[in-house]
């Protein structure tokens, strides 16, 4: 496991990331992309998408405010995936709060391959089939057995899996990461967890691995923030957003090794995320 790397190959690559996104945070996701050295692209035309994701290093689909039209286009963006084998990253949001939502990601993912869910405790719990509290997009869970619920998914859908929250879990099923970084300033914002998806497909785009890519990239968002909230004015969340974007643009190697907090555990040290 190298995180190390991963942000100057990031920089170094320019990866294209295709991103179906919702309209709430779409310019947020765009800006972030571009501070962590990716190139983003909006293409979610149902007609555009198969062909767009054949050019791109990664594609990242988040269902925060999913059109009937873009249920056709991710679809199309994924079939595009699945024939060059890049990264999909899923961002299920609000499936906790919306039923519908677990029927199509589980249409989606009989089809083609899903290689990164993300999604705030309160989804992931809801994709594993867990008792959890959501409120619409936000998790409302308490945090126990997040590693559970994490790993339990990962096995059963082969993926990578990454619940964010104070702390945020990454797990492939065998490997655990926890990511104590991070800032209750990122809870003031709408669209943390998007644009935390969207740094995380910039990264897979140019990472060895989409686990790796996941570790780092939840890394690089939760240091950013960290940054944001201490300067001048960053609990303010208007300052604080702009802030986030500058810190990613800001963010080195350097302080991902000397600031990181990641914690590596077994599936079954469940007791260590306190
Ligand atoms: N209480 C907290 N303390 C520190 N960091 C947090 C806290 N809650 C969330 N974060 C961080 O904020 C980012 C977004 O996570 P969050 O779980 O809030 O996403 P989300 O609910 O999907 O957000 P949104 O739906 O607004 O996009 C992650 O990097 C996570 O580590
Ligand atoms: C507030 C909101 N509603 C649908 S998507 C979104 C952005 C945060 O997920
Ligand atoms: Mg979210």
Redesign the pocket.
């Known amino acids: 496991m190298k995180l190390n790397g991963i942000l100057s190959e990031t920089r170094r690559k320019t990866p294209l990331v295709q991103v179906i996104t919702n309209y709430v ?1 779409i310019n947020d996701c765009a800006n972030v992309l571009l501070a962590c050295g990716a190139s983003p692209a909006m293409c979610e035309v149902e007609q555009e998408a198969y062909a767009f994701s054949k050019l791109s290093a990664a594609v990242y689909c988040n269902i ?1 405010t999913l059109t009937p039209e873009q249920r056709l286009a991710i679809k199309e963006a994924l079939r595009g995936a699945a024939e060059k084998e890049i990264p999909v990253i899923l ?1 299920p ?1 609000g499936c906790g709060a919306i039923p519908s939502r677990i029927d199509y990601i589980e249409e989606l993912r009989s089809q083609y391959p899903i290689h990164v869910v993300k ?3 309160g ?1 992931i719990k809801s994709l594993a089939g867990i008792k959890t509290e959501v409120r619409g ?3 409302v869970d308490d945090g126990k057995d997040a590693v559970e619920a994490c790993v339990s998914l990962a096995r059963d859908w082969q993926c990578v899996v990454a619940a ?3 702390q ?1 879990v990454v797990t492939d099923g065998t490997r655990v990461a926890v ?1 104590q970084n ?3 300033m ?2 003031k ?8 998806g969207a740094v995380i497909a910039g990264f897979c785009g140019a990472a060895a691995s989409s686990f790796e890519g996941t570790v780092a990239g ?1 890394l690089a ?2 240091l950013a ?1 960290e940054q944001a909230a201490a300067s001048a004015d960053g609990d303010l969340p208007g300052t604080f957003k702009v802030k986030l974007i500058d810190e990613i643009h800001r963010l080195t190697e350097e302080i991902m090794t000397a600031s990181g907090k990641v914690k590596w555990i077994t599936p079954s040290q469940t007791d260590s995320i306190q």
Do not use: F, K, R
Not at 189 to 196: D, K, Q, S
């Open positions: 945070t925060g961002d949001v999604g705030n405790l989804e997009v936000d998790s964010t929250g104070e945020d990511i991070g800032t209750q990122l809870t914002i709408t669209g943390a967890g998007c644009m935390a939840l968002i939760s923030g």
